[in-house]
């Protein structure tokens, strides 16, 4: 356990590292073709760093209020708190804020930049369709991510996805509408199709990474959720109802989708796994049942 928090601290900042790498790496080539200098680095820069603190500090409530989760107290739903309030307890974390999603899609989320700093949102609908020890899982395994860091490196990840993609898109669009300054720049046009090829690729290789981590994430919240019940057929239960019911999510959102424990497009046209926010719900129960 104590590996995985130490693990996902260090990929924080590796990965953070990289996406700063890929952004100015997109100023540089947009100042070649715009001949601006240096100015278009430091605007990417300024962007990328607006963008992740406001995120880091306010990323949590922007994904609540865009699922339409509300906060409760301990007398509104006192056997969902108490449950939250126990596994808290057990896992040695702050009991993160409480928030009910009236929906009947089966579904639930952690977010937040820390364990003194998170929330835990579950739907209506997975609250009434699972038993005890099913709903036990399920929280457990939100508590996980909450304790393993995954909230912080979740949001690092996809505030750095969208400044890509957003610069990208500007490049793209700068390429294509605007006219050179002049002919000063004849003797750059290798750089300039290098910029062109990582505007284009930039926000794939994004996506693709931010895919890969949240999949490998979710097998990681499994087993810790496990350990923390020491009942893994609770889980692999849940997540076979959760499978089962071919209910979407009524605010489902790509921007957060990867923050749930199953995909909110439920009854949409299936993803290649490999462009997949989650891993099959077939793979975690086959390696929460090994356990």
């Given at each position: 356990m104590y590996q995985q928090i130490d693990s996902n601290k260090r990929k924080s900042i590796l990965l953070m590292t990289l996406f700063i790498l890929v952004i100015v790496g997109l100023g540089w080539a947009w100042s070649?073709?715009?001949?601006?200098?240096?100015?278009?680095?430091?605007?990417?820069?300024?962007?990328?760093?607006?963008?992740?603190?406001?995120?880091?500090?306010?990323?949590?409530?922007?994904?609540?209020?865009?699922?339409?989760?509300?906060?409760?107290k301990k007398n509104d739903n006192p056997y969902v708190w108490r449950m939250i309030e126990?596994?808290?307890?057990?896992?040695?974390?702050?009991?993160?804020?409480?928030?009910?999603?009236?929906?009947?899609?089966?579904?639930?989320?952690?977010?937040?930049?820390?364990?003194?700093?998170?929330?835990?949102?579950?739907?209506?609908?997975?609250?009434n369709g699972l038993e005890n020890q099913e709903l036990?899982?399920?929280?457990?395994?939100?508590l996980s991510h909450v304790k393993n860091y995954d909230i912080r490196l979740m949001m690092i990840?996809?505030?750095?996805?969208?400044?890509?993609?957003?610069?990208?898109?500007?490049?793209?669009?700068?390429?294509f509408w605007r006219g050179r300054k002049g002919n000063d720049n004849k003797g750059n046009g290798i750089l300039l199709i290098v910029g062109?090829?990582?505007?284009?690729?930039?926000?794939?290789?994004?996506?693709?990474?931010?895919?890969?981590?949240?999949?490998?994430?979710?097998?990681?919240?499994?087993?810790?959720?496990?350990?923390?019940?020491?009942?893994?057929?609770?889980?692999?239960?849940?997540?076979?109802?959760?499978?089962?019911?071919n209910t979407p999510l009524k605010n489902a959102n790509k921007a957060t989708a990867h923050l749930y424990i199953s995909s909110p497009f439920k009854g949409k046209k299936k993803q290649n796994k490999f462009f997949s926010t989650h891993p099959p719900i077939q793979e975690r129960v086959s390696a929460l049942r090994k356990m």
């Open positions: 070649i073709y715009s001949q601006d200098g240096y100015i278009m680095i430091f605007f990417a820069l300024a962007l990328a760093i607006i963008m992740s603190l406001t995120s880091f500090f306010g990323g949590d409530k922007i994904a609540l209020a865009q699922a339409g989760a509300k906060a409760i126990n596994l808290s307890i057990t896992a040695g974390i702050p009991m993160p804020k409480v928030y009910i999603i009236n929906d009947p899609a089966m579904n639930a989320f952690a977010t937040g930049r820390d364990p003194e700093h998170s929330s835990i949102a579950l739907t209506t609908g997975i609250i036990e899982g399920v929280i457990a395994h939100e990840v996809i505030v750095c996805v969208g400044v890509i993609t957003l610069l990208a898109d500007w490049m793209l669009r700068s390429f062109l090829v990582l505007a284009v690729l930039s926000p794939l290789f994004a996506k693709l990474i931010q895919l890969a981590v949240s999949r490998k994430r979710e097998f990681l919240a499994d087993a810790s959720g496990a350990l923390l019940t020491r009942y893994p057929e609770g889980l692999a239960t849940a997540l076979e109802k959760i499978s089962k019911q």
